[in-house]
């Protein structure tokens, strides 16, 4: 079976934009309904100012967007390597 690269650029933008949307979902469903409180408390350990309140939810959202695009590209990257290391 043969193995194809993956296009780095690609898969961190993409998924970098779901997570960030997902994040900025989560934040706004924990201001405007008043749930997923746990989840959020245990998202802001992680992530500074990330606090259910609006202007936070899209702060949170720019930081999840930047650290997924880049942990993502940096993991393609390492499977292209690892990918022709093993060829």
């Known amino acids: 079976m043969e193995f194809t690269k993956i296009n780095p650029l690609a898969l961190a933008i993409s998924i970098s934009i779901l997570s960030g949307l997902a994040s900025f979902f989560m934040g706004v469903a924990a201001f405007v309904l008043y749930a ?25 959202a720019g930081l999840v967007l930047m650290n997924t695009f880049v942990s993502s590209y940096i ?13």
């Open 36 to 60: 997923g409180k746990p989840i959020v408390a245990m998202i802001g350990s992680l992530y500074l100012s990330y606090n259910p309140s609006m202007a936070n939810a899209g702060l949170g």
């Open 75 to 87: 993991a393609a990257w390492i499977y292209n390597f690892l990918l022709d290391y093993i060829r």
